[in-house]
Each structure stands twice: as C-alpha cells, then as structure tokens.
C-alpha cells in the first residue's frame, strides 16, 4: 500500500460525535501497552501520528484517523491492565461494543496481541463475539523482535493453538523491523476493498 496521506479526523465517545460514514473502516483492538498505536504507525509510515506511550490505558477515546482520503483506521481504547479509574474501565465496554455493533462501514478489526504472552479470556471473548456478529478479524502478534526466530515459531503455534485459529491466520510483527506490514496491508486491503490502491 502506498501510502499518500494520514490524517487525525476526531475522537468521539458516542456515535453522535462520530464522523460522517463516508468510508470503510479498519478497527484496531488490544490490551493496553500492547504496542496498537505502533502497529499504527508502521503500517502508515509515521512515528507520531497515534501517540505512543509507557502507561498502559493511555488511549481513552475512540480515535478516527483517514488514509489516503479513501479508508479509516479507528484505534479503540486499549483493554485490561490499565492504570485508569474502575468508573473510565466501566465506561469503555459499552462505547466499544456500541461502535462494533452499529457502525455500518467498519470492515473488520485487527486484534492485536503481544507474542510474548498466552491470550487470555478478553481476546477469546472477544473473538467469538466479533464471529457471532458477523466481524472479519485480522490477528497480529506484536513484539516479534523480542524473541529468537525460533520461539517466535512456538510461540505462534501455542497462541493459534489457545485460539483455536490456523498458525497461518497469525501475523507476526515487529514495528522495529517492519516484519508482517506488508501481510497486514494485505488482508486490510481485501477487507475495505481497495486493492487498485497497491503500490
């Protein structure tokens, strides 16, 4: 994907403050501090346009970002270990699952997990939820430069196996190295439908 323009639009918390549904859009979903901002980043050849940060739970908006003036990348607010009020934490569940639920142009989510650690209840849950209302997920494992080439292979077959998903449904990635951008560009573009727009 060549990648002609990245813009912030807005953050809303409801869908009256949403932007207008002129787009398709890719959702991006993840524990807290689980690296969704940089996967952002990478994929659109920017350092800062989604702030990154050391605090888990940083992201408390839904975040609207347009690409290319053709698609939206949407960064929901990260989940679990977040160092944020029980009453924000409470709030959260249902501003995202309003936007997963009603939003008519969201093509697909991007579930982003960190290689390094065995998902848990939230992902799976999340998962089979997305399945039921009918959601194509793209799922990514982070951090893959962290571990040998070796482990990242184990790795990846222990998470597909806890998923139960095929291994090759399992993106490795590495914002470090830009290990699985173009994979992940891949399977954004058959999602929104755009694949005229390849470099």
Not at 38 to 46: A, G, H
Not at 79 to 105: C, D, F, H
Request: hydrophobic letters at 40%; charged letters at 25%; proline letters at 5%.
């Amino acid at each position: 994907m060549k990648i002609k323009s990245s813009e912030f639009v807005k953050s809303a918390v409801k869908p009256s403050q949403y932007p207008p549904a002129d787009f398709p859009e890719i959702a991006f979903s993840g524990r807290s501090n689980v690296g969704k901002s940089s996967v952002i980043n990478t994929l659109l050849n920017r350092k800062r346009l989604v702030k990154t940060s050391s605090t888990p739970g940083r992201t408390q908006l839904i975040n609207f970002f347009l690409v290319n003036s053709a698609f939206c990348f949407v960064d929901l607010p990260g989940y679990g270990y977040a160092k944020v009020p029980a009453s924000v934490q409470k709030n959260w569940g249902p501003m995202i699952e309003t936007y997963l639920l009603t939003r008519e142009t969201l093509k697909g989510v991007v579930l982003i997990m960190d290689v390094r650690r065995t998902p848990g209840m939230k992902e799976l849950e999340l998962i089979a939820w997305l399945s039921s209302i009918g959601v194509p997920l793209i799922l990514i494992l982070t951090k893959a430069d962290k571990l040998s080439k070796t482990k990242q292979i184990k790795q990846q077959l222990a998470i597909a196996e806890t998923l139960n998903v095929d291994k090759d449904n399992l993106i490795l990635f590495s914002a470090k190295t830009g290990l699985g951008k173009n994979d992940i560009w891949n399977a954004v573009e058959k999602l929104v439908g755009i694949e005229e727009l390849k470099d």
